[in-house]
């Protein structure tokens, strides 16, 4: 722990004095004091001086006289800022309140007693708060002993909400330590309102409520044929539990016939704290119990719209087949045994029957998204009895799509930066929002705008969050700091956000894969190429960042892909490509000890991190075939790029590479092209590996040796060029033609069809 540079001195006055002035300062545990002022009798010259010398925690001195003042021998404590807390916990919860606890620092970090001192407390419901020793919401006095238990209670809090504290303790000066650790604790939910049996069977008990007021997370039910334990020990205990925080009802099955059972119904927070409810009871009805289907599980897919059920059938009595119900209801259709149904049949309370057969698994499409759909299962015995139902839900959520026309413009002095982009108004496979203008929570809860001073390995800050309503926001910023870039989510109320394009506060344009191993960067004037009126497509346009894996046995070390797609209707831009090849393309490889992983089963066996500049290179799919583009190997931050015009598929690949420059025929997209502007083969398009970045020229020959016209620059900067099969703006007469490529001392010839 830093002292704090404050040392009180005892010091005498003296008779007959006119001024003493001390001048010096503190540095590295040494106070020196010089430059003293002579009094009447001329004790002490304007030269002199004397040092006061510290150790940890306290100050050594010989005894000094000087211009009337005297320091007396001994030693003096030095102030020390008190230490931080290291852990917060609640140790109770309500709907409204937090006790929190945790154990006090003291005067040193743990070394000392902190005697008439002070705890301060903040604390927020805000992720993004910003926490202070200076800034506090309550200040209270406290004597502490390093280690005692503390505890405090906050009240009236928002119920199932988290929130983050943290407590400061300040010395009897009001010295403040400088940090805490941060709480994070949920209060609990409301209880569920009214709980009642909706149905009871021999085997089986359903109780329904109504949703509390502030919602919860999930809810859960617990039996007993105890009383938990208060009537006598032992006895039957069963938990249900839902999936979400929707459903009102719960059952509970598998219980034994006329036999008395306890209820106990709880709200979940976020953290899983249960609220209970008071005690309700009954008494299962007579009768023989047919047994219901176990292990019932659905597994949704969002962008299919689709659900599969899956579940165990009971061994005994034979089943003759299980009836499978769809409801928007969490309660099961009543069937009177005895009732014959069918697949296709709704019933009276609007479910439908989806199944009848005897199966243990079933597949449902056409669902809608952001509907809570219940499946409800029963096992058919012969003579059409029924078991009780066994339901489970689901809910099919897509993220928002993450906002377009991002741009960023610094204020001419450079304090401020301000962000702007497109409303977001459609899911992310770009159905559109049941009321674009004004969505649902669960589908467009608000912005979050976040920040990090990083690119190689962003460490995302959240800055702000905006309503559903903001298109900007703006940020003061210190033009001496670091250079920032900034994303903007769309989040549902459900928590999910599809990947989100960052700018910076120069205006390139940033595109991350979901686990930011591979980024795409687009600088300003290209950017503004994705914006609706700069493209010819009419939309904005929204490029992802996809992640395809590796596969080490085809020596492919990472695999993403950047696609462009419209908004908000999600069209994907197969052809979209830049006016330029100025787009950065980094992908990363991984390295364990000192080999790139993994490559141990490489066709081309182990390669060395140190090798990585000359048999890594990256690879790109042009439709029909993935090509050699080589790119520049950064050793250092373990990445492979490329500047080039086009999106795509890219692969970090093993490639044996030259030290110099390199062409071969496989750098050739395609020996025959057909120039009749339909966009299929109109181009060839030659890559080869260019490390030192050499100048270089390509031209095209008949084959009597005529000149016919020279290639242009290529979809990749510096080591690609292209031909379009015209010369002088005109397209060539059918034919071979010869293509010759030179660079350093090399030359590369080869040939190639035009046909018309």
Known sequence: MKKAALILLALSLAANWQRAEAVGGMSGGSMSVARWAGNSQGQVSSAGGFSLNTSIGEAAFSSVSAGGYSVDPGYIKLAAQPGSVVSITAVTKSTGTLELAWLAPGADGFLGGVPNGLYRLDYSSDPAHSFKPTVFKTEFSTSVVPGDAQQLNIAGLVPNTTYYAKIYLGDAGKVIAGNSALGAESTLSDLPVNPVFYSVTPCNVTIRWTLPPNGAEGYRTDSSTTSFGILSPGGDVRTVSTPNGLQVSLSINGLAAATQYYFRVASLNWQGDRNFTTLIATTTAAGTCMPPVTGLAAAGNALSRAVTLTWVNPDSYSPEGVVVMLS?????????????????????????????????????????????????????????????????????????????????????????????????????????????????????????????????????????????????????????????????????????????????????????????????????????????????????????????????????????????????????????????????????????????????????????????????????????????????????????????????????????????????????????????????????????????????????????????????????????????????????????????????????????????
């Open 328 to 756: 928007t209801s969490p309660d099961s259709a009543q069937v009177a045994n005895g009732t014959e149904l069918t697949a296709g049949q709704i019933l009276a309370d609007g479910s439908v029957v989806k199944s009848t057969g005897v199966a243990v698994s079933m597949r449902d499409t056409g669902l809608t998204l952001d509907t809570t759909f219940f499946y409800h299962l029963m096992t058919k015995f012969a003579g059409a009895i029924y078991s009780v139902g066994v339901s489970t839900s689901v809910f099919l959520d897509l993220p928002p799509m993450a906002p377009a026309g991002l741009t960023a413009v610094m204020n001419p002095g450079r304090t401020a930066v301000s962000l702007t982009w497109n409303a977001v108004t459609s899911n992310t496979d770009g159905s559109a929002f049941g009321a674009p203008a004004l969505p649902r929570d669960v589908e467009l809860s608000h912005y979050r705008v976040e920040k990090s001073s990083s690119v190689g390995a962003p460490n995302w800050v959240a800055v702000a969050t905006l309503p559903v309503s903001a298109q900007s926001f703006t940020e003061a910023v210190d033009p001496a700091g670091p250079a920032y870039i900034y994303r903007i989510s769309a989040i549902d109320s459900l928590g999910t956000a599809e990947t989100a394009m960052c700018v910076d506060t120069d205006q390139g344009i940033y595109v991350f894969s979901p686990n930011q191993v591979a980024r795409l960067k687009i600088p300003a004037d290209l950017g503004r190429e994705l914006l609706a009126e700069n493209n010819t497509t009419g939309s904005g346009i929204l490029i992802r960042g996809v992640d395809e894996g590796n596969d080490p046995a085809k020596n492919i070390f990472n695999s993403v892909r950047f696609e462009a797609v419209t908004t908000p209707g999600n069209q994907v831009l197969k052809d979209f490509k830049f006016s330029r090849p100025e787009l950065t393309v980094a992908v990363r490889y991984e390295v364990s000890g000192s080999q790139i992983t993994p490559s141990a089963i490489s066709p081309q066996g182990p390669i060395s991190a140190g090798d990585a500049a000359q048999r890594l290179g990256l690879y790109w799919n042009n439709g029909e075939k993935y090509v050699k583009l080589y790119g520049k190997v950064d050793m250092v931050n373990q990445l492979v790029g490329v500047q080039t015009a086009l999106l795509g598929d890219y692969q970090v690949r093993a490639v044996y590479r030259d030290a110099g420059v390199h062409f071969d025929i496989s750098g050739l997209t395609n020996r025959a092209i057909t120039p009749n502007g339909d966009g299929l083969n109109d181009t060839a398009v030659f890559t080869f590996d260019n490390p030192r970045d050499s100048a270089f020229s390509g031209k095209i020959f008949d084959l009597g040796g005529a000149f016919i016209a020279n290639m242009a620059p290529g979809p990749v900067l510096n080591n690609s060029l292209q031909w379009d099969g015209k010369a002088g703006g005109r397209a060539v007469s059918g034919g071979a033609y010869v293509y010759q490529i030179r660079s350093e001392d090399k030359m590369f010839n080869g040939t190639l069809l035009v046909v018309r």
